[in-house]
């Protein structure tokens, strides 16, 4: 971490090596020691500290210079760094004016010239500065910093993209956090620009960006480096990831794509705890964490966002077309896309998308939502994990469930835990009938299915875990599906009518390969899938072999 900064002011530049030269006596140990030459020059400088994140502990400035007086660039400097100690240097002839500008720019000491010795005239004063600066001060929020509305579609969009690309970064409420006013100001951004990224070099800010250009500041390849591929994998899910790891460690040459970022919606779980050989349980980012590097040692290429939106097929070569009107050719592709929630009917819902109403994203929103009254729809594992992941921040936490009860639907585990957790509560034969709110989320309606009763609750959050739907449609056509939407494989193929007229093979299809030869589908998104963790490890880990034996016959 960087030294705290002591900036002194002075247009002389014979006093300013003075300053400087007593100060790095004393202090360049546990301070850095910088100097300005002007009123603009200090308040250009400290801007540009804190759009850094470093800290600032002191500006000390001489009251006469031509283009700015001191007691103005220490009221000034009052914006940037609220808690940095103000010293004003003057002469005798001063000294009136010093002791005015104690109330009118809030300095904390003045200091007449000379003040020989230092070690009697200089440090004592400093020195109780500092102690008193240290003991109120926090560290300046440092690396990624992203600073935006929390009941903005937008904020939420980027927050979302960096939790679920692995991403470490500091959330910064515009609303909420003084911080966060002084960083905007410190690099000229309004709040019509955001939501903004600061970058840890101090030299970049991005205002309202679109997640592709978050992945291309910070590095990340969207390029694939090989013309032609053995397997391309689309989904980093689970079942995705053991794909790629199994796929690179067996020779082939193997490429990860996903439109969001990896892990999927397990990645998103706060705590997996039946997934075998974790008997703590696993988080799911921990869990896709491991995966992703795993799969890149072993020398599989990784992708994001990058989205796939068309398939087709030309000689047995699969050409994946992209969003963004790249194309990308291999010789075997994997499915493994997953499912998405519904989107919930209820009026009210989709006006307050990203502002409050959230579908998953429980572990992205939770630090926001501490000392809220937060709502879960569903019944799902999804569903408890994240209630009970918000329960760590929120007041309350209200499940709201159709069905009698959790059971039918979720696992015993967590089903023991929420009920063990006082601050979360199940509404069962219970729905949402509307969300209310003034710009968010403000009042929930739930109407109760025995008696048709309504009443209004208020709520800071609602989160939506209800139903899903494959991700199967950027699909070729010829793909066969059952009538929701899953991918049908293998021998289930077989029971269609329209099998035969697709299927023109001499031999059955493999047991995960659709009805498109060399095209396999792993994981939620494929019809009679278990949905669990270990299941979709397991299928995709199944597809590779598979995959070489199609290779083989080619």
């Known amino acids: 971490m960087n030294k705290p900064v002591l900036l002194v002011v002075d247009d002389d530049p014979q006093v300013l090596a003075a300053v400087r030269r007593d100060l790095r006596s004393r202090y360049r140990e546990h301070y850095t020691i910088m100097s300005a030459g002007s009123g603009p020059e200090a308040l250009s400088t400290a801007r540009e500290l804190k759009t850094r994140g470093d800290s600032l502990a002191m500006i000390i400035s001489d009251q006469r210079m031509p283009d700015m007086l001191g007691v103005e660039v220490l009221a000034k400097s009052r914006e940037v760094y609220p808690l940095a100690r103000r010293v004003l240097l003057t002469a005798y002839s001063d000294i009136e004016a010093a002791i005015r500008a104690i109330n009118k720019a809030h300095i904390d000491y ?24 240290q003991a109120e001060y926090l560290p300046e929020a440092k690396g990624l910093r992203l600073v935006g509305d929390q009941w903005s579609p937008r904020s939420h969009a980027i927050k979302d993209f960096l939790a679920s690309n692995l991403i470490p970064y500091r959330w910064l409420d515009v609303t909420r956090d003084p911080n966060a006013r002084a960083l905007l100001d410190a690099a000229g951004v309004g709040v019509d620009d955001l939501p ?5 070099d101090g030299g970049c800010v991005l205002c309202n960006p679109a997640p592709r250009q978050v992945a291309e500041r910070l590095g990340r390849s969207l390029s694939a480096a090989f013309d032609v591929y053995d397997l391309v994998i689309v989904g980093a899910g689970p079942a995705g990831l053991a794909a790629g790891v199994y796929g690179a460690s067996e020779g082939l040459r193997t490429l990860l794509l996903d439109r969001h970022g990896p892990g999927g919606q397990a990645g998103s779980s706060s705590r997996i705890e039946n ?5 703590t349980g696993v988080s799911g980012s921990d869990l896709t964490r491991r995966a992703l590097a795993q799969a890149l040692r072993l020398g599989a290429e990784f992708l994001s966002p990058l989205e796939v939106t068309a398939v087709s097929i030309d000689g047995g070569y699969k050409h994946l077309a992209l969003a963004d009107g ?27 998308r990203g502002a409050g109403v959230y579908y998953g994203a429980a572990m992205t929103e939770a630090a926001a939502c501490s000392g809220r009254r937060v709502f879960i729809v569903g019944g799902g594992n999804s569903a408890g994990q994240g209630a009970l992941y918000l329960a760590r921040h929120a007041r309350e936490v209200e499940i709201v469930v159709r069905r009698d009860s959790l059971r039918p639907t979720m696992s015993q585990y967590l089903i023991d835990q929420i009920q063990q957790t006082p601050n979360v509560r ?12 003034e710009g968010h989320v403000e009042r929930i309606v739930l109407t109760s299915l025995d008696d048709g009763c309504s009443r209004v609750e208020k709520a800071d959050a609602l989160f939506v875990f209800i139903g899903t739907r494959p991700r199967s449609d950027w699909l070729a056509p010829t793909v066969l599906r059952d009538p ?17 007229r697709i299927w023109k093979e001499r031999r059955e299809p493999l047991p995960l390969e659709t ?40």
């Open 110 to 133: 003045y200091l007449s010239k000379p003040w020989d010795p230092p070690e009697e005239c200089l440090y004592p004063v400093l020195d109780d500065l500092l102690d008193a600066w």
């Open 196 to 200: 903004a990224l600061f970058f840890d």
């Open 275 to 279: 997934y075998l050989g974790f008997p």
């Open 326 to 352: 790249r194309e990308l050719v291999t010789r075997a592709l994997l499915g493994a896309t997953g499912m998405s929630y519904h989107e919930h009917p209820a009026p009210g819902v989709a006006e307050h």
């Open 426 to 437: 199940v509404r069962p034969r219970t729905e949402i009938e509307r969300v209310e709110g």
């Open 484 to 500: 929701k939407g899953f991918v049908l494989t293998g021998r289930d193929l077989m029971a269609g009518d329209t099998y035969a």
């Open 515 to 554: 009805s498109v030869p060399g095209i396999f589908a792993a994981g939620d998104i494929r019809a009679g899938a278990m949905n669990r963790v270990a299941s979709a490890v397991g299928e995709g880990s199944m597809v590779v072999r598979l995959a070489h034996e199609y290779l083989a016959l080619t």
